[in-house]
């Protein structure tokens, strides 16, 4: 078979394009950048327990006296019913009702006072199969900026959907000053760590984002963890074991914050309040870099 000789006019090297080209992703608009608060961006494997964090951690900020604002960035909204005690209507709920036109709605259309003056926003997302999570999350920023409530907030918590790969994943990267990683002492767990680390470290190229640390959720181990770490360059910020308080937490709407005070919930809290005041004070990035997948079958997936 003869070689193929493609003449070297007709190849076109690009050495840098916009975020966002060549995905499904929505670029961030420059205007709706949210200004003086810390933002914080909660990953982590579907399921472990961002919600419970997120939730956990508005209330512990709010404890050391911070105006928080949380933002629940999954289509089931779910995020702040701890929070609100009720599952809240999504900003693209509120937006269709008024056949998107935004400057019909008030504020408190889509944003809800919870526990201890926690303020909580649902974006929801589009329906399945039609469209871009990152578009509701930039909706809502802007719906946020026009009724200046993002002026008078300390701290403001995404909470967003555990799918590595969409835009409604990457777009509060575009916002936040740190991402934290909730995962448990486990395979599945770790590996969805390592993507959203390689997703964040390109993300960083572009915004400010940077890895806060990794917050170890339902684990009365870390060894798992703590191997993982080592490897890529990451630090364990806070630990929650697997009690039954955090699951009957949820069944009863509550935050651990509201729950009947016991020695154990009392380390619990004391950990949050911890991690919030850590976060809250600041610090180094973490420069982690991901693995392989065929790297982290070879530390963790066989003995």
């Not at 404890?63 to 900003?91: N, Y």
């Not at 959720?217 to 308080?245: C, E, H, W, Y």
């Amino acid at each position: 078979m003869n070689a193929v000789t493609i003449p070297a006019n007709s190849i076109k090297v690009r050495a840098t394009r916009p975020d966002g080209e060549g995905s499904v992703q929505v670029p961030l608009d420059p205007d709706l950048k949210i200004g003086g608060a810390k933002v914080f961006a909660v990953y982590g494997k579907g399921g472990i327990g961002k919600s419970t964090t997120s939730s956990n951690l508005s209330v512990a900020f709010s404890k050391l006296g911070k105006r928080v604002l949380q933002i629940g960035c999954d289509p089931k909204h779910d995020s702040t019913f701890t929070l609100t005690k009720k599952l809240m209507p999504t900003v693209i709920d509120v937006l269709e009702t008024v056949d998107f036109h935004s400057e019909e709605l008030r504020v408190e259309d889509f944003v809800y006072e919870g526990y201890n003056g926690v303020m909580c926003v649902e974006a929801g997302g589009p329906p399945a199969g039609t469209g871009c999570g990152g578009y509701v999350v930039g909706q809502t920023v802007k719906l946020l900026k026009e009724h200046h409530l993002l002026e008078d907030t300390d701290v403001v918590i995404f909470d967003v959907l555990g799918d590595v790969v969409c835009g409604g994943f990457a777009a509060p990267l575009q916002h936040a000053d740190r991402a934290l990683i909730v995962t448990a002492n486990d395979f599945d767990s770790i590996f969805a760590m390592n993507r959203i680390v390689a997703a964040i470290k390109a993300k960083s190229k572009n915004y400010n984002v940077r890895l806060g640390g990794v917050i170890a959720n339902r684990s009365a181990a870390t060894d798992q963890i703590d191997r993982f770490n080592d490897r890529v360059g990451l630090k364990t910020m806070a630990r929650f074991p697997d009690l039954d308080v955090i699951r009957r937490s949820r069944l009863k709407k509550a935050t651990l914050f509201e729950m009947e005070p016991s020695p154990e919930l009392e380390a619990v809290q004391n950990e949050y309040l911890r991690l919030a005041q850590t976060l809250w004070d600041g610090g180094d990035p973490q420069d982690a870099s991901p693995l392989k997948d065929r790297d982290i079958f070879d530390l963790l997936g066989f003995d």
